[in-house]
C-alpha cells in the first residue's frame, strides 16, 4: 500500500490494531480517558444514585428523600455528570409545575449490576471492616 506521496506505508493487522487501542485505553495511565470514567463511577453519590434508580425513574425530590445525606449541590452535579455520560436520561414534563424524571439508560443499566454489587457486597460485609478496623486501631504505632 502506497500513501499519496508514493511512499510505502505499513498496514496493521487487526491484531496490531485491537492492541494499540487496549494501549491506549490503560486506566493505569493518568492521560486515559478510560481512568475519567473510572473515576466517575467510583464516586460514593454515583453509586447511590444508580442504586437509586434501579427500580425506575424517579423525581429529583425523590432522590434527595432516598439519598441521606446528599446535598442539593452535590446531587445535581452528579445528575448532571451521569446524564453526560450517557448514563442517566433526564425528562421534562410540561405541566405546572414542571415534572423533571431521572431515569437510567441502557447504559447506565448496564452498569448497574455491578454497581448493585459494591453496593451489596459494602452492606454484607460491613461488619468486618469494623473488626478490622478496631483490630488495625488496637495496634501500637
Known amino acids: 500500500m ?4 508514493g511512499s510505502a506505508v505499513a498496514t496493521k493487522s487487526a491484531a496490531q490494531r485491537k492492541l494499540e487501542e487496549k494501549v491506549a485505553y490503560d486506566a493505569y495511565l ?3 480517558p ?3 470514567l473510572f473515576e466517575r463511577i467510583s464516586d460514593k453519590w454515583v453509586g447511590l444514585v444508580l442504586n437509586a434508580l434501579a427500580d425506575g425513574p424517579m423525581r ?7 439519598i441521606a445525606g446528599v446535598s442539593q ?4 452535579q452528579t445528575l448532571r455528570a451521569l446524564e453526560r455520560d ?3 436520561s433526564r425528562t421534562v414534563t410540561p405541566q405546572v409545575p414542571v415534572r423533571v424524571d431521572y431515569a437510567l439508560t441502557a447504559l447506565g443499566r448496564s452498569l ?3 454497581m448493585r454489587a459494591v453496593k451489596d457486597w459494602s452492606e454484607h460485609n460491613i461488619e468486618q471492616v ?4 478496631e483490630t488495625y486501631d488496637a495496634k501500637p504505632t
Open 2 to 5: 502506497r500513501n499519496r506521496q
Open 30 to 32: 493518568a492521560v486515559c
Open 34 to 36: 478510560a481512568r475519567q
Open 60 to 66: 429529583y425530590s425523590d432522590l434527595a428523600r432516598r
Open 73 to 76: 449541590k452535590m446531587l445535581t
Open 86 to 88: 450517557g448514563l442517566v
Open 112 to 114: 448497574l449490576p455491578i
Open 130 to 133: 469494623f473488626a478490622a478496623r
